[in-house]
């Protein structure tokens, strides 16, 4: 299992909004750090003509106007990529970036978002003729709305946005979703985690991230070639935060 870092990303001072909060990312390596068993690599930065695949020129030059925000959400970008080829290569890997991505459209950017990540590093793969088709889980208490609006209209990816209200509906909705997908080349996470009981979402569990990540990595197993990488979207209270990802981690993994 591989874990997606760089330490720029602990860089608090590309924008005031709470995806980039100081110690957001310092409180998930404490967490992960306990683990021997995951192997810590460094992205580079997307290219240009990597953003392009997802973005408007006028979009980009408009991040470009900040040269920290660019460097950092280039360089999640790039650490969604990253992610993706792992994944690709057989092993499961999880991106611990900031800023997140599910929120960025072509040409435009809410919620915290710059580049898309998740759609970058897809799009990638298909560019490269890794893959033709993915499923994207979206979990996050916010629809990915960037992620719909850049791929939505691809009949060769399937996104699911869980909406159900109660907790037990909620793991049920992406069961079902599973049990009823057909295969595909690759499975990609936009993991939030603001939907724990402590978060803004109120809803989720701890184990329950755990119980995702199992899910995930079963139907990866069965219908994706194994291949599956998450990369971290939202997810705000600190004082859980990293033990919600470190549980999830625990279900998306090898099985033992």
């Known amino acids: ?8 990303f602990e860089n608090s001072n590309y924008a005031s909004n709470p995806a980039a909060s100081e110690g957001r990312i310092r409180c998930i390596l404490d967490e992960l750090e306990k683990y021997s068993e995951y192997e810590f690599v460094k992205p580079t930065p997307a290219s240009e003509e990597d953003l392009k695949l997802v973005h408007a020129t006028s979009h980009i030059e408009k991040v470009k106007s900040n040269d920290l925000l660019f460097r950092i959400a280039s360089l999640a970008a790039g650490g969604a990529i990253r992610a993706a080829e792992i994944a690709y290569e057989g092993n499961p890997a999880f991106g611990l970036i900031r800023p997140p991505g599910h929120h960025a459209s072509p040409s435009s950017a ?12 897809l799009k990638k793969l298909m560019k490269d003729g890794k893959i033709e088709n993915a499923y994207i889980l979206d979990f996050d208490l916010h629809t990915g709305d960037g992620n719909i609006n850049a791929l939505g209209n691809n009949p060769e990816v399937k996104i699911l946005n869980p909406r159900s209200k109660e907790r037990e509906d909620y793991l049920n909705e992406v069961s079902k979703s599973f049990e009823e997908s057909s295969d595909f080349d690759i499975m990609g996470v936009s993991a939030g985690f603001d939907e724990h009981v402590d978060d803004w979402g109120g809803k989720l569990t701890t184990s329950d991230y ?40 625990e279900g998306f993994r090898d099985s033992e």
């Open 110 to 121: 809410w919620g915290f978002c710059y580049f898309n990540n998740m759609v970058i590093a």
């Open 210 to 249: 755990r119980k995702l990540g199992s899910m995930v990595q079963d139907f990866a197993e069965k219908r994706c070639n194994a291949r599956r990488f998450a990369v971290l979207e939202g997810g705000y209270n600190h004082k859980v935060l990293g033990k919600n990802v470190a549980s999830f981690l």
């Open 1 to 8: 299992m591989k874990i997606v870092y760089h330490k720029e």
